[in-house]
């Protein structure tokens, strides 16, 4: 190939990360990876390429996939989140091990986007999957757990929105909302399109009163209060449930001691067609898109033969960085310890002393060639170094 023709840029929506965004987002990866493992988490590697019929069932206009062609040509696809290619993994390698399950993982994910500050085409990914368990508590564990992983990461200004699948759904129900038309409804909800909300609300054959009712689920948005003023709906029984499990998953999360963390949110639904019950969302401020997301899917699982419940959550790296830039908050620099610089007649001691010192645990640059004094000072400098050592 003639170097004329070769390209220099990276593809649409992805970034090389220079040595300090490579060092800050392993800083944060090293924090969460010793946090969820803290918190009994295992931590798992799946492939960044799975097969197109794993992740098909979930493509949508939010999520789009890269194709590939693999052996065979067999229709490929780059991962686009990490539950559902943990569901596969437990489903057939993990299907013998006692339960329940906390994994962990981190990795990229890759999403065919309009890209913009914050949002690419690759992004990183850390989080952790709790399956086989279908309590409060399990709930309540995934949440306070985002909760501190955002703090750990030294972000102290944020709000968990917390919302309930299974509340809508019963209220879709009680209306006798037909199948289509809910998954219209809940698009636009997920979308905070309100204008084509009421649009299709306004289409439905029914009363003025309980149009005007369904028209104000995605604005309910508060504290403990909101849980009294949905007890006031008319309700079913799933409806109802939903807003117990609410209720059940937040007195655990003030044991944890992280309510004034968590708000209501009827609104948030997420944009995966997984979630059955508890979802939720992380918004700090100087950030217009979720810090983090998850929830609980208690189905995911029975699409691969081995049905169990889970709930989990996912944290955006990048966004992590992002909020801490913009919060002007500043992460610790890069560890550069000593540089040694030496003669020609000194360069085996030199090389001794790097030796034991890294051995200590420093940061240390051996010069590769002879300096004077001078110019090993000037190279210390250069590159960022604490301390010069010097052999004559």
């Known amino acids: 190939m ?187 909800i997920e979308r905070h399109d309100i204008v084509c909300l009421n649009r299709l609300i306004d289409t439905l054959s029914l009363p003025s009163k309980d149009k005007e009712t369904l028209k104000s689920l995605p604005l309910l948005n508060g504290r403990e209060d909101l849980l009294k003023h949905l007890y006031d709906l008319p309700l079913n029984l799933q409806s109802r449930s939903a807003v117990d499990n609410l209720a059940a998953i937040y007195t655990l999360i003030q044991s944890y001691g992280y309510a004034d963390y968590v708000r209501f949110d009827l609104g948030i639904i997420r944009d995966f067609n997984y979630y059955t019950g508890m979802v939720f969302e992380g918004y700090s401020i100087k950030l217009g898109f979720p810090l983090c997301g998850g929830g609980r899917y208690d189905h995911l699982l029975t699409e691969y033969g081995y049905p169990m419940p889970a709930t989990g959550f996912a944290l955006g790296i990048e966004r992590i960085l992002l909020t801490l830039e913009r919060q002007g908050v500043h992460l610790p620099p890069l560890s550069k310890d000593i540089y040694i610089g030496y003669t020609a007649s000194s360069i085996g001691r030199a090389i001794q002393r790097a030796s034991e010192l890294r051995h200590a645990g420093k940061t240390v640059e051996l010069g590769l060639r002879t300096q004077t004094p001078e110019e090993a000072e000037s190279s210390r400098a250069e590159f960022g170094y604490a301390q010069l050592e010097y052999f004559e």
């Open 2 to 188: 003639k170097s004329e023709k070769l390209i220099l840029e990276t593809p649409y929506g992805t970034r090389d990360l220079l040595p300090k965004d490579t060092a800050e987002m392993r800083h944060m990866e090293n924090k969460l990876s010793d946090l969820f493992r803290s918190w009994g988490y295992d931590e798992v590697i799946t492939p960044t390429i799975e097969h197109l019929e794993t992740l098909a069932p979930r493509i949508s206009e939010a999520n789009a996939l890269f194709l590939l062609l693999g052996n065979q040509n067999k229709p490929l696809a780059l991962r686009n989140e990490m539950t559902t290619p943990i569901a596969r993994l437990v489903s057939s390698r993990l299907k013998d091990a006692p339960v329940p399950l906390k994994l962990s993982y981190l990795g990229n994910v890759f999403r065919v986007e309009q890209t913009q500050m914050g949002r690419q085409c690759e992004f990183h990914q850390a989080g952790v999957e709790l399956m086989g368990s279908n309590t409060p508590a399990s709930d309540a564990e995934i949440i306070s757990l985002a909760i501190e992983s955002i703090l750990t990461c030294g972000i102290n200004d944020f709000q968990i929105h917390m919302g309930q699948i299974a509340f809508l759904d019963g209220m879709m129900a009680y209306y006798e909302i037909g199948e289509d038309q809910c998954r219209e409804i809940k698009s636009a």
